[in-house]
Nanobody, 126 residues
Framework: QLQLVESGGGLVQSGGSLRLSCAAS????????IGWFRQAPGKEREGFFC????????VDVDFVKDRFTFSRDNAKNAVYLQMNSLKPEDTGVYYC???????????????????WGQGIQVTVSS
């Protein structure tokens, strides 16, 4: 079964940190473009970070502002998103996504991804 499973969300105070994990089964994340998306309450899902299988990345600088760090562990077939200096406006459901094919460039548009995590709630209190 091809799937992504997310973990690590929760409730944190403003200024705090969370680390989201996204583990794949049934396919190899190293061969995929990876995207991270956020859906804020009442809004559409938006991408804020992606990296292609060739290592090219795109970042929504206005949103990330050097607060978030992406990493991967190929041995565990997982990727991670370290989120620091969290703000109440970061609240939302966070999704990881992966492409079904090798891509030179990634995209922040969700239609480019075939596999999606279940979504995980991140709530930042003021």
């Amino acid at each position: 079964q091809l799937q992504l499973v997310e973990s690590g969300g929760g409730l944190v105070q403003s200024g705090g940190s969370l680390r989201l994990s996204c583990a794949a089964s049934g396919f190899t994340l190293e061969d995929s473009s990876i995207g991270w998306f956020r859906q804020a309450p009442g809004k559409e899902r938006e991408g804020f970070f992606c990296i292609s299988s060739h290592g090219a990345s795109m970042v929504d600088v206005d949103f990330v502002k050097d607060r978030f760090t992406f990493s991967r562990d190929n041995a565990k077939n997982a990727v991670y998103l370290q989120m620091n200096s969290l703000k109440p406006e970061d609240t939302g459901v966070y999704y990881c996504a992966a492409s079904a094919t090798v891509q030179a460039m990634c995209s922040l548009r969700d239609r480019r991804y075939s596999y999606w995590g279940q979504g995980i709630q991140v709530t930042v209190s003021s």
